[in-house]
């Protein structure tokens, strides 16, 4: 049993002095005693924040960082950008990427992300020789980093309502739900058959785990990475796919779905089915607590009251939101109407825990033209409680029986100096983390990695260095970019 004393920790959003965690062998809380005085061999943090959960991602977005900011033009002339990335990667590359990903926000403070993963097959949609290819090779790349992982494997279909998949989006396609399931319940079966095949303590050959992960045959992991699922949109997948998909997968699966972010799905929906995409997921009924509705952006009221009283979670990603000039969902309405609000980083073009909080709480701000619409607690709990809920991982508030994911900040950095405890999520950033628990286990440092793989050049005394990692990652998409214009790498 491992033992954690926090000088102070935010439990179930109070701020609490000198609160000892033990850490039961299976990384769940048994413990939890404030105003006690450590003891003998327990691991000493200042002020700590319980697990931060990123619950929707797209790793492979994260190339596009600094791009594609000076062209002009909105989300369609970015999404042509995107396509071009997407065709560079094979599993080899993709395992190079996500893992600097992961590494990345792992170093930042995300314990566990949600990864909306639709890049299954080769450029043009013929399958790749080994199983599960990508699907694993995502796995591998979590599992090296230590980051927890919730592979929310993705039903896309259609180019459009009525449209069939263009030549850049065939990659993403598996030609009908009934495929789609058959290859979901294969992956479950292949990433139980990895379980089995590693205990999950993180003690394996790193070389045999690398090999594996990078040919796409195989990838080792553990009761840290578990398969969710998603559908596109309503754009992607027609209403009698949706409703074959819903009966074919098991209740318990987090369900997520990308959900009116932008005002042209609304407009092909109703010209389709004269109902907005809320009003048609409601309509075959989709809208349960087990779905995640993502961007939820360009609203209606009836909208909004539909998915709070179904009591769905939303998933904002402020900083993506902002960058692609999508607009400002109503979060505050929606959580008002009863939706969970949880967070998440997109395009990874930020990827900063605490400036998604802030971002949250900065657009209701810059809407109502008033301060304080969501309290600091309130924001902690959308980006852990609710980010967690909503990846199927149960409660994360530093209570007994949740996971032993945790997040030390620094309270006297020149950011955070003089902040009330309980405002940390308003001034703090990922520049203030320390060190990242997830499991009972340290996993990150300062912003390096503790007791990973990696190549040398990655390695610094037994770490991983999360910008080394993407420096080879992007330089390996790039010579790929290079060779196919003819250019030299």
Known sequence: MAAYWCELALVDGAALPGVRLEVGTDGRLQAVTPRSEPRPGDVRLGTVLPGLANAHSHAFHRALRGRTHDAGGDFWQWREAMYQVAAGLDPKRYFLLARAVFAEMLAS????????????????????????????????????????????????????IGMPLTPAQRAF?????????????????????????????????QADRQADAQSGTQAGTDTRITLGAAIHSVRAVSPTAIREALAGLPDAVPLHIHLSEQPQENADCRAAYGRTPTEVLAGIGALAPRLSVVHATHLTDEDVALIGTSGASVVMCPTTEADLGDGIGPALALQRAGARIALGSDQNAVIDPLLEMR???????????????????????????????????????????????????????????????????????????????????VVADFGVLVGGAGGPDGRASGTLRPEILLRDALAALDGTAALASGERP
């Open 359 to 441: 971002g949250l709480e900065a657009g209701e701000r810059l809407v109502s033209g008033r301060r304080g619409r969501f309290t600091p607690a309130e924001l902690l709990v959308a980006a852990s409680d609710h980010g967690y809920a909503a990846l199927g991982l149960g409660r994360q508030r530093l209570i007994p029986g949740d996971l032993c994911d945790l997040v030390e900040v620094a309270s006297d950095s020149i950011r955070t100096a003089g902040s009330l405890p309980e405002q940390l999520p308003l001034t703090a950033t990922a520049a203030d983390v320390r060190r990242v628990i997830v499991g009972g286990r």
């Open 109 to 160: 403070g995300f314990t566990a992300v949600g990864e909306f993963h639709y890049l299954h097959h080769r450029p043009g949609g013929s399958r790749y020789p080994a199983e599960h290819a990508m699907e694993l090779a995502l796995a591998a790349a979590a599992r090296e980093v230590g980051i927890r992982l919730v592979l929310l494997d993705t039903l896309y279909l259609d180019g459009g």
């Open 173 to 205: 396609g598996d030609g009908s739900a009934a495929a789609w399931l058959a290859r979901w319940h294969s992956l479950r079966e292949a990433l139980g058959r990895a379980a089995t095949a590693d205990d999950g303590d993180g003690d394996g050959s």
